[in-house]
C-alpha cells in the first residue's frame, strides 16, 4: 500500500532563509508525487509534481522539489522564504493505479 | 473562471439531522472526490468518482454517502451525522482519476454538537 510521511509537524525559517519541508513515500510502482500548499480557510492548491524525467522539479511561487529515489523522499525546497510562504504544506503520492495519498502535513512559519 | 464551489463553508448542526454538502466544478472534469482533514491526519478520501453514476469508497466512507446524477455536482450526504464527523471536508475534481493534479474547493467546516 502506498503512503507518505511528513516526519515534522512545524517548521520554522527566518525571510529571506532556505526552506525545507521534508517528505517520504512509500509505492510498489512508479512513484507520482507531489506537493500542495493550504493558506488560512483556502483549499489546497497545486504546488508542482514529479511524474517522470528530471529529478528537480520546479513549481509555482519558486518552489522547487527533489526527487531521490534510493531515499524515497521528495523534499520541498525554496531558495529564499518570504513571509507570506507560510501555511500548511502537503505531500502526496500515487503509484499510477491508486488514488492519491496525503501526509499529515507540515506547518511553515516563516518570521520577519 | 475554472473552480470548484462548496456550499455551505460553515455548518453547525446536531447529531442525527440529515444534511448535504454540496461540491461543484465548471471543468467538465470526469473525477471528483471527496476528503476530510483533521488535525494530524492529514487529508483522508471519504468517497470518489470516476464519472456520472460510477462512485466508490475512499479510505473512510462509514457514515457518508455520495451520488453522482450530474458530470459537474458531486453531493456529500451525512444521513445520521455525529459529533466524530466534526471535520473539515473539501471536494476536489480532476480530469481523470490518473490525471494527477486535483483542484480543490475551498471546504467546509463542520461541526456536529
Known amino acids: 500500500a502506498q503512503s507518505v510521511a511528513q516526519p515534522e509537524d512545524q517548521v520554522n525559517v527566518a525571510e529571506g532563509n532556505p526552506l525545507t519541508v521534508k517528505c517520504t513515500y512509500s509505492v510498489s510502482g512508479n512513484p507520482y508525487l507531489f506537493w500542495y500548499v493550504q493558506y488560512p480557510n483556502r483549499g489546497l492548491q497545486f504546488l508542482l509534481k514529479?511524474?517522470?524525467?528530471?529529478?528537480l522539479v520546479k513549481g509555482s511561487y519558486g518552489f522547487e522539489a527533489e526527487f531521490n529515489k534510493s531515499q524515497t523522499s521528495f523534499h520541498l525546497k525554496k531558495p529564499s522564504a518570504l513571509v507570506s510562504d507560510s501555511a500548511l504544506y502537503f505531500c502526496a503520492v500515487r503509484d499510477g493505479s491508486n488514488d492519491m495519498r496525503f501526509g499529515a502535513g507540515t506547518r511553515l512559519t516563516v518570521k520577519p | 473562471e475554472a473552480q470548484v464551489t462548496q456550499n455551505p463553508r460553515y455548518l453547525i448542526t446536531v447529531t442525527g439531522k440529515k444534511l448535504t454538502v454540496t461540491c461543484s466544478q465548471n471543468?467538465?472534469?470526469?473525477?471528483m472526490s471527496w476528503y476530510r482533514q483533521d488535525p494530524g491526519l492529514g487529508l483522508r478520501q471519504i468517497y470518489y468518482?470516476?464519472?456520472?453514476?460510477?462512485?466508490d469508497k475512499g479510505d473512510v466512507p462509514e457514515g457518508y454517502k455520495v451520488s453522482r446524477k450530474e458530470k459537474r455536482n458531486f453531493p456529500l450526504i451525512l444521513e445520521s451525522p455525529s459529533p466524530n464527523q466534526t471535520s473539515l471536508y473539501f471536494c476536489?475534481?480532476?480530469?481523470?482519476?490518473?490525471?494527477?493534479?486535483?483542484?480543490f474547493g475551498p471546504g467546509t467546516r463542520l461541526l456536529v454538537l
Open positions: 476536489a475534481s480532476s480530469p481523470s482519476r490518473t490525471a494527477g493534479t486535483q483542484y
Open positions: 471543468m467538465n472534469h470526469e473525477y
Open positions: 514529479y511524474i517522470t524525467g528530471d529529478n
Open positions: 468518482s470516476m464519472n456520472v453514476e460510477v462512485t
